[in-house]
């Protein structure tokens, strides 16, 4: 990972404009399922990975948590995200997720939206997150899925009329970089395989709670596009709990 290609200017002002950038979590097609795998947030120590503009930590915090740390690898998402943030109980800090530190069991909580995919190897990761939370803690997190990822291009397969015919699929079982052209720019993340995201996160001392390939949120269904993503899933959502 530690490639950062959100403190570009033309692609940090690109995504600023996306509906999920400037409405937040009501329109995030899958908010409507990665919340039922939340935990109860009152009195709890929260650590979001990834936290880009802050969403989920000001979620957490209006639901009563105790601190909620955001850490991320772009000073212009953490800038924005601080513009946004008035809670005392909020704090962000830049850091890849590979670099986090902290002291063992300090957290209860630990989430990461969309993020996980940048990351080439999940297993020392997701053992410092398992470090990081006390025994019983729960660890939520959103990534894309390994269907969407497989491939690489990140584009449907069109015909002369630009109409979607079908999502390409291959390599699926070769995991590791992929290429992906997004918001004017080539974006490197990392192919996982579905075996790989959960044994990992097994491996690493954590009980499998909950999987869920979430479908669109039926209200967003007339938003240009959505229909489609009925088709193959974007998202994988697990919910993990510290042994």
């Not at 959103?142 to 397969?157: L, V």
């Not at 954590?206 to 967003?220: H, K, Q, T, Y």
Request: net charge negative.
């Amino acid at each position: 990972m530690k490639e950062n290609h959100y403190d570009n200017e033309t692609f940090f002002e690109a995504y600023s404009r996306f509906p999920r950038s400037v409405e937040g979590l009501r329109a995030a097609g899958e908010w409507h399922e990665l919340k039922k795998l939340l935990p109860d947030f009152t009195d709890k120590r929260v650590l979001d990975l990834g936290c880009g503009f802050g969403w989920h930590c000001r979620y957490a915090a209006e639901q009563g948590a105790r601190s909620v740390l955001g850490t991320d690898l772009s000073e212009k998402m953490l800038e924005r995200a601080r513009e946004m943030t008035q809670d005392p109980r909020i704090t962000y800090r830049r850091a890849a997720m590979e670099d986090l530190e902290g002291e063992a069991g300090s957290f209860d909580v630990a989430l990461s939206s969309l993020a996980l995919h940048y990351v080439d190897d999940l297993r020392p990761v997701f053992q410092k997150v398992h470090d990081l939370l006390v025994p019983g803690g729960v660890f939520v997190f959103s990534c894309e899925h390994p269907i969407f990822t497989a491939e690489g291009s990140q584009d449907w397969y069109c015909d002369g009329n630009g109409r979607p015919l079908h999502w390409p699929v291959d390599r699926y079982f070769t995991e590791g970089k992929r290429t992906a052209h997004f918001l004017g720019c080539e974006v490197v993340k990392y192919h996982h395989t579905l075996t790989d995201w959960l044994n990992t996160l097994l491996e690493t001392g954590f009980a499998l709670e909950r999987v869920v390939e979430p479908r669109p949120d039926p209200a967003l269904m007339d938003v240009p596009g959505m229909a489609d993503e009925l088709r193959r899933p974007m998202m994988l959502l697990v919910r993990g709990r510290r042994i």
